[in-house]
């Protein structure tokens, strides 16, 4: 139990090092707009309650779930490290809001896909909820301290 939280801290702080990177070179070099709204029927806050709180649990069954089952189990890729690659290309190539914005959820998708892999090989259990459970707390404090 105690290297499950070891991990998880440890990758959080990795997704927090992404998001704080790609956030400075946006802010220092490109400036592309990331707080758009392109749904006009849908206000700021329900967005933001969307992003927090529904969307890590259907990206997480979409984008890690499903496609490591197909990966592993219908096509038996064995190697892991090309799974979490693809899972990470699917995952990045959803967030198309800039190409930015594509790069670093390409990087943040492998490491959710890391931690979804790793969880499947340790606690498979639990490998879902605690997978959303951090892509949660990670839009959290985004909302909280980077918006």
């Known amino acids: ?5 070891i991990f998880f801290i440890i990758s959080f702080v ?29 206000s700021k806050n329900e967005l ?8 890590p649990f259907i990206e997480t069954l979409v984008f890690q779930y499903l496609p490591y089952v197909v990966l592993t189990k219908c096509i038996k890729l064995k190697n892991e ?3 979490i690659i693809i899972m990470s290309i699917i995952f990045s190539s959803m967030h ?13 998708g492998l490491i959710l896909n890391n931690l979804y892999v790793y969880y499947y090989k340790h ?25």
């Not at 139990?1 to 939280?5: A, C, D, P, R, S």
């Not at 933001?48 to 969307?55: E, G, L, R, S, Y």
């Not at 606690?123 to 839009?139: C, E, G, M, P, Q």
């Open 48 to 55: 933001n309650f969307i992003a927090i709180f529904v969307a």
């Open 81 to 83: 490290l090309l799974c």
């Open 14 to 42: 990795f997704a927090l090092l992404n998001g704080y990177f790609f956030n400075y070179i946006n802010d220092t070099y490109l400036h592309f707009d990331v707080n758009q709204n392109k749904n006009p029927n849908i």
């Open 1 to 5: 139990m105690k290297k499950l939280v």
């Open 96 to 108: 198309y809001y800039n190409w930015l914005y594509i790069v670093m959820t390409f990087f943040g």
């Open 123 to 147: 606690a498979r259990k639990y490998s879902f909820i605690l997978t959303a459970i951090f892509h949660v707390l990670f839009n959290l404090y985004g909302f909280l301290f980077v918006m």
